[in-house]
């Protein structure tokens, strides 16, 4: 049942009663409820989060998206509780005061640019909240230090439950300290509130390790998530090296090119000092190259065959024997 505030007020004022502090408590969550992942969207009216659409760059360290005054379809969709504005060619968001009314699933707007049920702003904690208007299927999620049951329940992803209080018992919304502490294919980022799980990032998004990325891989010369290790010679995973259209595929550095520094001029070994165009060679060094001199008037020098990949032949028997 649905208790507004003001009809709380109101029977406290009759009554004479003063208010108890089982109304601040939360309300247990039927075993046999369905609960939603992060920023999932349920038809039933369950939470909404504009904010997952694009959670890879609102709060977070990386760069916004480019827009422009008359095109902002960059930074994400639109909602009765979020919009988006261009200031300097970057993408901002504008959230929607609270109590705002919404229709994308609920009834009014929590501030935080989600759409949420009406019991999700009346102050306390009520239906399947697990703190006052936060927790639970409909509401937003809860803060650092609120009550919790699950780690979706919490902004951090993250729901600490002591042991010694007996099973059951409420958790705590606390941050994450590693990756670990997430659910799986999510990262911890502790520029975010400290520490907050995010969804782990898709092939192509920027990356300082491996452990950020669904793929698990983040090349550190390339410094983005890939589709593979990506750590051979003359490979690389961002576009601007092997002239491909994404960043995310690893491919062969292009040709004539040099960009990591992988390759060193050297008849000896028959390279030279740019990449061949070819994934794993550096550029042969030019057909006629001599690789090894002649030691003497019996001993023939040999020299490069100017494929990529090879390199100088073995030395050959003395002419003169």
């Known amino acids: 049942m649905l208790i507004r505030r003001s009809s709380l007020a109101l029977f406290f004022a009759i009554s004479g009663l003063a208010p108890i502090g089982c109304l601040n408590m939360p309300t247990a969550t039927s075993s046999t409820e369905e609960r939603l992942s992060s920023g999932a969207v349920a038809a039933n009216g369950a939470q909404v989060s504009a904010k997952a659409e694009v959670a ?150 920027k990356c300082a390790t491996g452990a950020e990325c669904a793929s698990g891989f983040c090349p550190g010369a390339d410094g983005v998530c890939c589709d593979t290790p990506c750590d051979g010679t003359c490979v690389a995973c961002v576009h601007g090296k092997t002239g491909g259209s994404v960043d995310g595929k690893c491919s062969a550095v292009k040709a004539n090119t040099d960009p990591d520094g992988e390759c060193a001029a050297d008849a000896s070994q028959c390279t030279a000092d740019v990449c061949s165009g070819s994934a794993g060679f550096c550029k042969a060094a030019p057909a006629g190259t001599t690789c090894r001199a002649s030691t003497g008037t019996c001993d023939a020098a040999e020299t490069c065959s100017g494929l990529a990949g090879a390199t100088c032949p073995a030395d050959q028997p003395s002419s003169c024997d």
């Open 56 to 205: 890879g760059w609102r709060g977070t360290t990386m760069a916004a998206p480019a827009c422009t005054p008359d095109d902002v379809s960059a930074c994400g969709k639109a909602t009765s509780c979020v919009s988006f504005g261009c200031e300097a060619g970057s993408c901002v968001e504008k959230l929607t005061a609270l109590g705002a009314d919404c229709s994308e699933g609920g009834d009014v707007c929590d501030g935080k640019g989600n759409c949420v049920l009406d019991h999700c702003n009346d102050q306390i904690a009520d239906a399947d909240e697990t703190d006052e208007d936060c927790g639970g299927n409909s509401c937003s999620r809860c803060d650092l230090d609120k009550s919790c049951e699950l780690g979706r329940d919490c902004a951090s992803g993250v729901c600490v439950h002591d042991d010694s209080q007996g099973t059951g018992s409420a958790g705590v919304c606390r941050p994450c300290g590693s990756t670990a502490d997430c659910q799986l294919d999510f990262a911890c980022d502790k520029n975010i509130a400290g520490g907050t799980c995010v969804p782990k990032k898709v092939n192509g998004q």
